[in-house]
């Protein structure tokens, strides 16, 4: 079994800052990447960011320049730093990632997420 814990969410003033982490643990050979996704009330789960294991990443436009995405591959954790928030960044943040476990099964999990508010 594969459990992604985060951690980091909570209330912020417009402008403000979070740290996100998410800690992957079990029987984890490889994690290919790592991401971020969120879903806003009513509206449907979108990506935020993801690493790979080189370390390439990708964001989506609206973060750009204000979220960063960075991981720990010994520690199997993934951060998001989220700087200059808006109240639009009000959502649900959920981890996830992907890889294989011991014996080579594919591996595809989501944590079970961490509320974000931003107050404008």
């Known amino acids: 079994q594969v459990q992604l814990v985060e951690s980091g969410g909570g209330l912020v003033q417009a402008g403000g800052s979070l740290r996100l982490s998410c800690a992957a643990s079990g029987s984890i050979i490889s994690i290919n990447a790592m991401g971020w996704y969120h879903q806003a009330p009513e509206k449907q789960s979108e990506l935020v960011a993801a690493i790979t294991s080189g370390g390439s990443t990708d964001y989506a436009d609206s973060v750009k320049g204000r979220f960063t995405i960075s991981r720990d591959n010994a520690k199997n954790t993934v951060y998001l730093q989220m700087n200059s928030l808006k109240p639009e960044d009000t959502a649900v943040y959920y981890c996830?990632?992907?890889?294989?476990?011991?014996?080579?099964?594919?591996?595809?999990?989501w944590g079970k997420g961490t509320l974000v508010t931003v107050s404008s």
């Open positions: 996830h990632a992907h890889g294989y476990l011991l014996g080579g099964t594919y591996m595809n999990y």
